[in-house]
C-alpha cells in the first residue's frame, strides 16, 4: 500500500510538474475519464498491423533477451519510452496508463496471466539497466508481469525502432551536444500471441478502458 | 537563421508527442505540426496535355521567406503519366506524404524526410482496387496512429458513387476495408433522414469523443466526365452524395447517417478541446454545415450559413479552419472568390471578409498562426477552366493575413512554368527532421 501510494504520488508530482512547466499544455485523454463508451469487447475486429519483429534487449537486471523471448506468446502491451522524458503528454503518459490498465487486470482472473507489459527504452546512452529499475519502481507492481527493458547499444536499437516504425529523433544543443532530450511520436503497441501487431495508440487514443477492451476482444476473438 | 531554426525545432519538439495538432490547421491532429515558419511547400499537381511532360508531379515550392530560393520550385517530381492526381495525407509521423490518384487509383508515397527540399519516390500502390475489394478513386489520405484511412470516391462495379473507406499500415500494406452504409445495408447504422447513398469524399476523426466522419460526393462517372456534359445530364447530377456519417472510430463501424443534401465535401473539426463539433461546406447548395453534439449527446448537422449566392453556383470547394476555432476560410471555386467566414458562434457562421484570387480557386491551406494562407487552383482536370489564358488560370499564390486583407506574397504560374494544374498542398520544414537528427530510418 505504502508503495503504491508513493508511486501515485509520484506521478502526481510529475503531472503536476509538468504540467505547470509546459503551460496551457492540455493533458491527454488517457489522464482522465474516457469520455465515450467504448465499443463492446469482441463487437470488433482489430486487423493485423504487421509483424512485432525481434531484437536484441536488455532486462532491468541486464540480462541479454531476444525480444520474440520476452514476447512469449503473450498478449502484450508494449510501449517505447525513456526515462528523463519531460513530455507530460508523451512517456509519462504511456507509463501512466500502463500502471492504470495493470491495476485493471491485477484482479481479473481472465486476463491477468495472459497479458504482459513491456516499456522499452529507446534511449540506450541514458537509460542503462539501472536506470530502468530505478524507474520501475515508480510504476510496477512486484505481483504483475510488467518488464523494464533497454538496449545495450544504438545498433541493437535501430533495427527495432525501425521495425516497429517508431520516429525518434534526439534533440541538440546549439554547441552540437546531446540535449539528454528526444522528438518522438507516442507509440503504444498492442501484440499478440502470433506476434502480431494488433492496435497502435499514441497520445490522442491511449486510454487504459480502450486497451483493456482490446485486450479483452483479442482474448475473445482469438482463442 | 540558426536560432530561428532552433526555436522552430523547439516548437515542434514540445508537440511531436503531444496531441499534436497540427495545411497546418487542417490536419490529422495528433500529428507533428510546424508552429514558426515552414520552409516548403508540397504541391500534387496535375500534368496537362501540351504542358511540359504533361505527368502528374511533386512539385516542391521554397516559402521560406529568409532563403534565397524564396517564392521558387526547387523540385519537381515526375510520377510518369496522368493519374488525376488530387489529394495528398502526411503519415502520423510525417516522413511519408501519400498522393492519390482518382482515375488510375494509384497511391504515390514519397519520403519527405530523408531531404524535405527534395521528396523522392519511396513505394507506388498499384493494386488499391484489387486488395480493397473492388474500391476506386482513393481520395483522402488521413494520418491515425502507425496508418493511413484512406476515403475512396467510387467503385469498379458500376463506377458510381458507392464507395468506402480503405485502411492501410503506415509502410503501405492493406489493411482492412470498411464500405459506406447504403439503405439496402445499413450495417447497424441509423437511417436519420431520408438519405442513405453510401457515397464518400473526407474523413475526419475527433479521437476523445471516438468520433470518425465522412462526407459525400460523387463517383468516377462523374468526376472523369466534362463538367459542361454534367451539368447538362439531369440523371448525372443526381448521382452527388447527400450524406455524412458517423462512425464509431474505434470500432470502425457507421452509426448514424446524417442528411447534408448538396455534396458535403471537406471536413474540417474544431481544435479546442471543448468544441465538439466540426464543420464542411455544401458543393451544390452553397452552406457552411455544422455537425455538433446536442445536449443529449447525439450528433445532429444543420445548415449555419450562406455561402455567397447559391443561385449563381459559386462551388464551394475546399475550407481551412483557424487554430482557435472562431475564422473559417471557405473558397468558392466558379468564381475564384476566398471568403472567410466568423464562426465564433459556430451555430451562425458569417462572412466577413472576400477576396478574388484567380479565374478559378480550389485549394487554401494556412500556416497554424494563420499569418500566410497558400492557395491553389486545381479542382479536375475535365471540370477546369481553360481560358482566359494567363497567371489566374493554373497557380499557387500566397499572401499574408494581417487580420483585416490577404495582401500578396509571391504567386507561380503553373502552365508558364510548364508544371501542370495544382492540386493539394502539405507544408514541409527541416525543423521536422533535424538536420543532425538521429532518424531511425538512416
Known amino acids: 500500500m505504502t508503495n503504491v501510494g508513493a508511486a501515485l504520488l509520484g506521478m502526481l508530482l510529475l503531472v503536476a510538474g509538468a504540467h505547470a512547466s509546459t503551460g496551457a499544455t492540455v493533458l491527454a485523454p488517457g489522464y482522465g475519464q474516457l469520455a465515450f463508451t467504448p465499443p463492446a469487447a469482441g463487437s470488433y475486429s482489430l486487423p493485423a498491423l504487421g509483424d512485432a519483429v525481434d531484437g536484441r534487449v536488455l532486462d532491468r537486471d541486464a540480462r541479454q533477451w531476444h525480444l520474440h523471448d520476452v514476447l512469449d506468446g503473450k498478449l502484450v502491451l508494449m510501449g517505447f519510452i525513456y526515462t528523463h522524458c519531460p513530455d507530460v503528454n508523451g512517456c509519462p503518459l504511456a507509463s501512466y496508463v500502463m500502471k492504470q490498465v495493470q491495476e485493471r487486470l491485477v484482479n481479473d482472473a481472465q486476463l491477468r496471466d495472459q497479458v504482459r507489459l513491456i516499456s522499452l527504452s529507446f534511449d540506450p546512452d541514458l537509460d542503462t539497466p539501472e536506470a530502468m529499475k530505478a524507474y520501475s519502481r515508480h510504476f510496477r507492481r512486484e505481483d504483475f508481469d510488467w518488464r523494464f527493458l533497454t538496449t545495450n547499444s544504438e545498433t541493437d536499437l535501430l533495427p527495432i525502432l525501425q521495425g516497429y516504425g517508431q520516429f525518434r529523433q534526439k534533440v541538440y544543443d546549439e554547441d552540437g551536444s546531446y540535449a539528454g532530450s528526444m522528438s518522438h511520436l507516442l507509440r503504444v503497441y498492442l501484440i499478440d500471441r502470433d506476434k502480431q501487431i494488433r492496435n497502435i495508440y499514441s497520445a490522442g487514443f491511449l486510454h487504459a478502458d480502450t486497451v483493456v477492451n482490446d485486450l479483452r476482444t483479442l482474448l475473445l476473438t482469438q482463442d | ?442
Not at chain 2, 447538362?232 to 462512425?247: I, Y
Not at chain 2, 472562431?326 to 475564384?336: A, C, F, H, M, Y
Open chain 2, 1 to 442: 537563421m540558426n536560432i530561428l531554426r532552433s526555436l522552430v525545432v523547439l516548437a515542434v519538439t514540445g508537440l511531436l508527442s503531444v496531441a499534436s495538432y497540427a495545411d497546418e490547421t487542417c490536419m490529422s491532429p495528433y500529428m507533428a505540426k510546424i508552429q514558426g515558419q515552414e520552409d516548403f511547400v508540397y504541391v500534387w499537381t496535375l500534368g496537362v496535355p501540351g504542358v511540359g511532360d504533361e505527368q502528374d508531379k511533386l512539385v516542391t515550392v521554397d516559402v521560406n521567406p529568409e532563403s534565397a530560393n524564396y517564392g521558387k520550385v526547387i523540385a519537381s517530381l515526375s510520377v510518369g503519366g496522368r493519374n488525376e492526381a488530387h489529394h495528398t495525407g502526411l503519415t502520423d509521423d510525417r516522413r511519408y506524404l501519400w498522393a492519390s490518384g482518382l482515375d488510375t487509383s494509384k497511391i504515390f508515397i514519397f519520403d519527405v524526410h530523408t531531404d524535405p527540399a527534395k521528396p523522392s519516390l519511396h513505394k507506388t500502390i498499384t493494386d488499391f482496387v484489387a486488395k480493397s475489394g473492388g474500391v476506386v478513386g482513393p481520395h483522402t489520405n488521413y494520418a491515425l496512429p502507425g496508418r493511413m484511412m484512406l476515403t475512396g470516391l467510387s467503385n469498379n462495379r458500376d463506377h458510381g458513387g458507392r464507395t468506402a473507406l480503405v485502411e492501410y499500415t503506415n509502410a503501405g500494406e492493406y489493411v482492412a476495408t470498411h464500405w459506406m452504409p447504403t439503405g439496402d445495408n445499413l450495417q447497424g447504422a441509423e437511417k436519420s433522414g431520408q438519405y442513405a447513398d453510401g457515397y464518400g469524399y473526407d474523413v475526419r476523426v475527433l479521437p476523445r469523443k471516438n468520433l470518425m466522419l465522412t462526407s459525400s460526393f460523387t463517383g468516377w462517372n462523374n468526376y472523369m466526365m466534362n463538367m459542361g456534359a454534367m451539368m447538362a445530364d439531369p440523371e448525372a447530377m443526381k448521382a452527388f452524395g447527400n450524406t455524412m456519417v458517423v462512425w464509431d472510430m474505434h470500432a470502425r463501424q457507421p452509426r448514424k447517417i446524417l442528411d447534408v443534401p448538396g455534396s458535403p465535401l471537406e471536413i474540417r473539426c474544431a481544435w479546442s478541446p471543448e468544441h465538439d463539433y466540426c464543420f464542411t461546406s455544401t458543393a451544390l447548395t452553397s452552406k457552411v454545415w455544422l455537425v455538433y453534439l446536442d445536449e443529449e449527446g447525439q450528433w445532429q448537422a444543420k445548415a449555419v450559413g450562406d455561402i455567397g449566392d447559391a443561385a449563381k453556383i459559386p462551388l464551394p470547394v475546399d475550407i481551412s479552419i483557424a487554430n482557435d476555432d472562431t475564422r473559417l476560410w471557405v473558397n468558392t471555386w466558379n468564381d475564384g472568390m476566398t471568403r472567410l467566414f466568423d464562426i465564433s458562434d459556430p451555430h451562425n457562421a458569417r462572412q466577413i471578409y472576400e477576396k478574388k484570387i484567380g479565374t478559378q480557386v480550389n485549394m487554401v491551406s494556412q500556416s497554424w498562426d494563420g499569418k500566410r494562407v497558400y492557395y491553389t487552383s486545381s479542382l479536375l482536370a475535365n471540370w477546369d477552366k481553360t481560358e482566359p489564358a494567363g497567371p489566374d488560370l493554373q497557380y499557387i499564390k500566397v499572401y499574408d493575413w494581417d487580420g483585416k486583407a490577404l495582401q500578396p506574397a509571391f504567386a507561380i504560374d503553373f502552365l508558364a512554368e510548364k508544371l501542370g494544374a495544382p492540386h493539394q498542398m502539405r507544408f514541409g520544414a527541416h525543423s521536422l527532421y533535424g538536420s543532425k537528427a538521429d532518424i531511425a530510418s538512416r
